[in-house]
């Protein structure tokens, strides 16, 4: 519900950290807490154990998103961004070998990279095909979107 409640409102970071601390994290500590109890008094190696065992180990990883209201508590945005590589897996068959594919895959990574970077790709794949032969081996990390400009050169 807070989520929901903070999206369709437009908090803000600080915001929707106050709210979740206020509604969420009662309901994390008792959640953890009762993991913690029932896994001591469930030893079992069956079903319910592995269950219990495996919150007591995951449930803590939660935590960073009751601290820091920027982290989002579902990945719809991220699966939305990589919904067109999703979809144009299908037609790395028809790359014509492996090394084509993972070439493609790479190449929609760059593209998806540039989207989200805001960064034009023709722009920067023409200025780092044009400046690659040069380029020091040790430093190409400066030619990846997120980096790329950075240096006043473009």
Partial sequence: MSETHCRRHNRNAQERLAIRQ??????????????????????????????????????????????????????NLIENSIRPLALGRKNYMFAGSNKGA???????????????????????LKDVLERLPDHPVNGLETLLPGEWGKDGEV
């Fill in 22 to 75: 206020r509604l969420s994290l009662p309901v994390y500590n008792a959640l953890l807490d009762w993991v913690n109890y029932a896994q001591v008094n469930n030893l079992s190696k069956g079903d319910m154990g592995k269950a219990l065992h495996y919150a007591k180990n995951e449930l803590p990883k939660l935590r960073a998103c009751l601290t820091d209201g920027r982290l989002e508590l579902d990945n």
């Fill in 102 to 124: 993972q070439r493609a895959a790479m190449m929609y990574s760059f593209f998806a990279s540039c989207q989200k970077l805001d960064v034009n790709p023709r722009e920067w």
